[in-house]
Every structure is written in C-alpha cells, then in structure tokens.
C-alpha cells in the first residue's frame, strides 16, 4: 500500500526544520542570561536544552521572578539575528506548490516573530495556515495546533502529512493521526528525532 495516497496537505514545524534558527537562537539565549549573572556555554545548552523554555530557566536556576523578564531580553537579542533557510526549503516547498499542495506551518514560536521571518524569507503567501504558540492553550506535543490547522483549512488528518525535527513533533503528529516525517536539523532535540520513530525519516529537505 502506498501511503502517501490521498496526501495532499503538508504541514510543517518551523524552527529547526524550514528555518535555520538554531545559532540565533543559543545566541539570544546566552546573551540575555548572561545579563542575570548566569554563563551558558554550548556543552551546557545542548544538556539541558528543551522547546519548553522555562525547563531550562530551571535547569539553571534562573529565579521564576525573572522568566519574563529573561523572554523578553531573548527577544531583544534574537531580533538582532537575521535567520535564513535550511537548505532546500526553497525549493521543496516550490516543488511542493507546484504539485498544488496545500501548506502550512504548526510552530512554537510566537505569531509576531514566525510571520516576520516568512515575510523576510520571501514566503508571504505559501502557507494556507499558520498556527503559532500564542494561537493554542497546548503546545507541542498535543495535538491542539495540529487539529487547529486543519480545521481552519477543512482538512482531514487522512489527508495530511506533518514534518519537524524533534521528537515533539513527531508525538504531535501521531497524536493527530496524520503521517509524519521526521528530518534532523541542528537543534540538540534532533539527536533523537529517530528514536521517536516517525513514519519517514530523510537526512534533509532536499532528500523529502
């Protein structure tokens, strides 16, 4: 049986998996803790690394007082980054259009910063459906923003297919009960993006 049969809605997680986000990312984060007395170096970032932020505040022991305070000098620094592509998003998600496929984007990130990067890469108008962090009361892994993406397309999870790079994504996913595709990047949560086995797993876009 061919499972990609009836596939015709690909969403896709942002960060990490479009987005080369990555060292904009450890760059903000080290830069405004640093501003709380706190040194955050790579070995230790990529220990204690999680989607969820305030884990880490955590793990590092940064008092709950300070968290909004610390998200809002992350922004700062990160605001200063100019994040491209991962490479081959340009063209799988031409290839992608081509075949006229429906797109979307299920992301963590914030509304105001992932529209902003669309519209830097040049993406204004690719994505049928963008649901941010801020447009649900559960994040990854439930599956709120999956189920809130395609209903706003009216679309079946039968029908569509979910690609991230860490195993949240893949969880969401399954949680879904869309097909998923699992394609490491270079956040620390990658390395064990296999071992949540998603239904395909590829080296890169170009590859999907």
């Known amino acids: 049986m061919n499972r990609w049969?009836?596939?015709?809605?690909?969403?896709?997680?942002?960060?990490?998996?479009?987005a080369d986000t990555a060292q904009p990312v450890y760059d903000a984060f080290r830069k405004s803790?640093?501003?709380?007395?706190?040194p955050l170096d790579l070995q230790t970032y990529?220990?204690?690394y999680s989607t969820n932020w305030y884990r880490m505040y955590e793990e590092l022991r940064l008092p709950q007082k300070h968290w909004k305070e610390a998200d809002s000098l992350w922004l700062h620094h990160y605001s200063n980054g100019a994040p491209g592509l991962m490479p081959g998003a340009e063209t799988a998600l031409g290839e992608f259009a081509r075949r006229n496929c429906t797109l979307g984007i299920v992301t963590r990130g914030s509304r105001d910063r992932i529209l902003e990067e669309i519209g830097r890469s040049g993406l204004n108008g690719a994505f049928a459906v963008v649901i941010c962090g801020d447009d649900v009361v559960h994040g990854?892994?439930?599956?709120?923003g999956l189920e809130a993406a395609l209903n706003r397309i009216?679309?079946?999870?039968?029908?569509?297919?979910?690609?991230?790079?860490?195993?949240?994504?893949?969880?969401?996913?399954?949680?879904?009960?869309?097909?998923?595709?699992?394609?490491p990047g270079?956040?620390?949560s990658s390395r064990n993006l296999a071992a949540s086995r998603p239904?395909?797993?590829f080296d890169s876009?170009?590859?999907f």
């Open 205 to 207: 876009l170009d590859q």
């Open 154 to 183: 009216g679309r079946k999870a039968s029908s569509c297919c979910y690609t991230g790079d860490s195993p949240e994504d893949i969880e969401m996913g399954r949680r879904g009960l869309v097909l998923t595709v699992g394609i």
């Open 140 to 144: 990854k892994p439930h599956p709120e």
């Open 186 to 188: 270079p956040y620390p």
């Open 33 to 38: 803790l640093r501003e709380f007395g706190i």
């Open 199 to 201: 239904d395909f797993l």
């Open 5 to 18: 049969q009836g596939i015709d809605t690909f969403l896709f997680d942002w960060d990490g998996t479009l």
């Open 46 to 48: 990529e220990r204690i």
